[in-house]
């Protein structure tokens, strides 16, 4: 099984690249390293992995077969597609493309990491698939709403025109190992405000809510997804809703600290609440998150505790 995967060096990609290999996958890995980060893959000492710096954007060359492209190359944390917007436009579009066309040139299934962010702040809880979405377009998120709805548009695109063997995962809120600490996400943010003893600060009042998925659940409902010829989007996320001052309080508790947490307005569009239907990925992938998230939390605290940069 050969595998070209694009941002793998990411925080998903590269605990994605680490299933692969471990599955006895060949994987080719390409990634910018605009967001992602070389030191994600460095324990890795296999002879079935490559990783070649490259712009999605741009064409791509690979030399004999290939079974699956995945393309999970995009700027993914808002502190991240907000510096560089026009740049996570173009990976959803032209990254989109280009992948595409060499899935359809070598005859592999393709594989699009979507996001929850397709539904913009929700008018329905939970989201099902079949949910269109409220989406501002024009607004600052914008970029990276529409670049995943245009993304997953020409990959059904593909599929009715050109019969690709395409595949769409929406992926909601996830954590884990090998997020970077100043990626502006909840809990990676909380975890270091925490270690370092500052004030934890949580947006809005704190009654939004979001459901966390530990990064190997995820990986494991991609990889299921991946070795189906399932063409319609599927969700992959906790359906367990916390409110964002929970989370806080639970991770305040973990590191016993005693910082304040202090209140923020609410960035423009920011959903009110974020929790998806799992029922598509139960029936058809017999998935589900098994990770408890006090579990989770603790390895995620772990491996943050563990960094010098982190604790500074």
């Known amino acids: 099984m050969r595998v070209v995967l694009t941002g793998g060096a990411g925080f998903v990609g590269s605990h994605l690249v680490d299933r692969l290999l471990a599955d006895g996958a ?10 992602g980060r070389r030191e994600n893959l460095r324990h890795l000492d296999d002879p079935h992995f490559e990783f070649r710096q490259h712009d999605v954007t741009t064409p791509i060359e690979v030399d004999g077969p290939v079974d699956y492209v995945l393309h999970f190359a995009s700027a993914a944390s808002p502190v991240d597609y907000l510096a560089h917007p026009i740049k ?9 493309w280009v992948t595409l066309g060499l899935a359809r040139a070598k005859g592999a299934r393709f594989l699009l990491a979507s996001t ?20 501002n377009p024009v607004g600052p998120r914008g970029c990276y709403d529409e670049a995943k709805r245009f993304a997953e548009a020409m990959t059904m695109a593909y599929h009715r025109q050109h019969g690709l063997n395409t595949g769409i995962v929406r992926i909601f809120n996830t954590y884990g190992p090998f997020m970077r600490a100043d990626d502006g996400r909840v809990i990676p943010a909380f975890i ?3 270690l370092r003893g500052e004030p934890i600060t949580v947006f809005g009042d704190g009654t939004q809510t979001r459901s966390f998925c530990y990064v190997t659940d995820l990986v494991d409902g991609i990889v299921r997804l991946m070795r189906t010829d399932v063409h319609d989007p599927v969700n992959l996320g906790n359906p367990h809703e916390i409110t964002v001052l929970e989370c806080a309080e639970r991770i305040l ?20 609440q974020r929790c998806p239907d799992i029922t598509r990925a139960r029936a058809l992938l017999g998935w589900e998150p098994v990770v408890p998230l006090e579990d989770g939390l603790v390895r995620t605290f772990e491996w943050f505790a563990a960094r010098a940069e982190v604790r500074g």
């Open 116 to 135: 929850s962010e397709v539904y913009g702040d929700p008018q329905i809880s939970p989201q099902p698939e079949t949910y269109w979405g409220h989406v």
């Open 253 to 272: 508790r973990l590191a016993g600290s005693r910082s304040p947490i202090v209140f923020r307005p609410l960035p423009e569009d920011d959903p009110i």
């Open 192 to 194: 270091t405000q925490a």
């Open 26 to 35: 060949h994987v080719l890995c390409l990634d910018t390293l605009l967001t």
């Open 88 to 96: 996570t436009l173009k990976a959803g579009a032209l990254g989109s």
